[in-house]
């Protein structure tokens, strides 16, 4: 199918783009910005006056729920939910059940997610063999049957001679490693952040060391091995000053964080609200403030969603009790506008950090796999499109969204920005009803 998407701004952050152009779309591609190839002719049109046109979001870190885990949401229902937030491609972690350390479950999933033609599945391969922390796994079979890097997910590797030996062996063949810096003999039962608000709550905490401590032996086993390593969700303060003076000293490393931390910090947590149980969890508002400066000075490369959907039942528990995680996909755009606009960050800069940045930390600027670039809107780029009203205002209601985990501590709250069209490979899998 060949469409016109016409009278759109176009913001395309790899590019520098930020114009009002019309885009072109053929065989599945972008075809043509501004003006028209020869002889083509549009099989439809869609008229994006006012509207924002960018390319398709990706985000680092969505929980599908599959395998082992369909009661609290299916596949089905989190692609569609991805679609509804402008997301065409995504990073799932390997912490389903079971893990994602054999071929062949990883091979189902990217299977199962390419039948539903939705957004675009990439899944990360267990590090550790069912992430006990204590054989490898095969990172090359892995690598072949579709991931695109290695972690433990939210598992803390104990052992860091064990780490050592994966870094070595990740530097070796090229494999990134993904890693959420805390240490689990220093988290070992703490629920909230190690701040006032615990106190006050009678709440058992984990303090910032958890994250420096963990932090520290990674930056080191990275220097040391020359593993790619990309640092997932950092909290604390003092972990990015930490990832701030590796980069000047040259490490090549990268860094994202979940949008709610931008937002949200201990004292949101109120009266034990459950859906602000998280993890890492919520720290000082100090530190949310050092996440949106590291954000605004590039210290922080990317923006995720961490979407974890949660089933009722086990969100409605006391808040030490309670499930981690909250729901987070259809709330990863306007979260992120939000942040821009209180901020005073340029709408170019703010997309960057959901579209070209996490684009070239998967290694999807340029797919070795399709021949195809993401996270841009370049000519001969996949037609991975956003399409969104940034001046229409919502207000974030459970049964409004499309996730079968309602879990998220912004019900209730009103939104600035919402997606009206997505395209995946050039085919419009979401537009308005």
């Not at 490898?136 to 104990?158: H, I, K, N, W, Y």
């Amino acid at each position: 199918m060949k469409l016109r998407i016409k009278n759109g701004r176009v913001i395309d952050p790899k590019n520098k783009v930020d114009a009002a152009r019309d885009v072109f779309i053929a065989d599945n591609k972008i075809a043509a910005l501004d003006r028209a190839p020869d002889g083509f002719q549009a099989d439809r049109t869609i008229d994006a006056s006012n509207l924002v046109v960018c390319p398709g979001l990706i985000d680092l870190s969505a929980r599908l729920r599959e395998p082992g885990f369909e009661y609290k949401a299916t596949l089905e229902s989190e692609m569609l939910a991805a679609v509804a937030g402008g997301v065409t491609s995504l990073v799932c972690p390997p912490d389903t059940d079971p893990p994602l350390d054999e071929p062949g479950l990883v091979e189902m999933l990217k299977h199962r997610a390419k039948s539903l033609n939705q957004a675009r599945v990439y899944p990360l391969g267990a590090l550790t063999q069912g992430l006990r922390g204590e054989r490898l796994t095969e990172m090359a079979e892995l690598t072949d049957a579709g991931c695109v890097a290695f972690s433990q997910a939210d598992v803390p590797l104990r052992d860091a001679a064990v780490l050592l030996r994966a870094m070595q062996y990740a530097a070796t063949f090229g494999f990134s490693v993904w890693l959420r810096p805390e240490n689990g003999s220093l988290a070992r039962g703490g629920v909230a952040h190690d701040g006032e608000v615990a106190t006050r709550l009678g709440l058992a905490t984990i303090p910032v060391c958890a994250e420096t401590v963990a932090l520290a032996t990674m930056l080191l086993l990275a220097r040391e091995t020359g593993a790619k390593l990309h640092l997932c969700r950092l909290s604390s303060a003092a972990g990015v000053e930490m990832i701030r003076v590796a980069k000047r000293d040259g490490l090549s490393i990268t860094c994202d964080i979940a949008i709610n931390h931008a937002h949200l910090c201990e004292n949101d947590i109120g009266f034990f609200d459950s859906n602000c149980h998280l993890s890492p969890p919520l720290r000082s508002a100090a530190d949310r403030d050092a996440l949106r400066a590291a954000l605004q000075d590039g210290t922080i490369d990317a923006i995720c969603s961490d979407h974890t959907p949660v089933d009722d039942d086990a969100k409605q528990l006391p808040f030490a009790e309670a499930e981690i995680g909250a729901t987070g996909l259809e709330l990863l755009l306007p979260l992120t506008l939000k942040w821009a606009r209180e901020s005073g960050i340029p709408l170019t800069t703010a997309l960057a950090k959901i579209t070209s940045e996490p684009a070239q930390i998967i290694g999807l600027a340029a797919d070795r796999a399709s021949g195809q670039s993401a996270g841009q809107l370049g000519v001969g780029a996949a037609a991975d499109i956003c399409i969104f009203d940034p001046a229409l205002r919502w207000k974030v209601e459970a049964k409004a969204l499309k996730s079968q985990g309602k879990n998220t501590p912004f019900i209730g709250q009103e939104m600035l920005g919402k997606v009206r069209y997505t395209l995946v490979n050039g085919e419009v899998v979401r537009e308005p009803a």
